[in-house]
Nanobody, 119 residues
Framework: QVQLVESGGGLVQAGGSLRLSCAAS????????MGWFRQAPGKEREFVAG???????YYADSVKGRFTISRDNDKNMAYLQMHSLKPEDTAVYYC?????????????WGKGTLVTVSS
């Protein structure tokens, strides 16, 4: 059974940094994409960043240049390093993995970790 567990969320002031971690288990993740999504209060879940099985990375425009996604296949871990945080980055951040398209069959989600950025 695939399990994803996020950690590293918390309260940070605007301009600060946080590093989120995602521990994956249940299968070998090196062949699958890993990603981060977020959901702010009253809004829909949105894509933040992704890393393919070949370690190609891609980002939402809103976080490009501030966030960095990475993965460690030996440890079955994914990370999201966040710098220059803004109040609008406040959200629950979810780790995800997929064998195909995000949100389709074969996509698994963690339970999320809350990031709060104060102004």
């Amino acid at each position: 059974q695939v399990q994803l567990v996020e950690s590293g969320g918390g309260l940070v002031q605007a301009g600060g940094s946080l590093r989120l971690s995602c521990a994956a288990s249940g299968r070998t993740f090196s062949s699958y994409a890993m990603g981060w999504f977020r959901q702010a209060p009253g809004k829909e879940r949105e894509f933040v960043a992704g890393v393919s099985w070949s370690s190609s990375t891609y980002y939402a425009d809103s976080v490009k240049g501030r966030f960095t996604i990475s993965r460690d296949n030996d440890k079955n871990m994914a990370y999201l390093q966040m710098h220059s945080l803004k109040p609008e980055d406040t959200a629950v951040y979810y780790c995800a993995t997929t064998s195909n398209l995000w949100g389709g069959p074969g996509t698994y989600w963690g339970k999320g970790t809350l990031v709060t950025v104060s102004s």
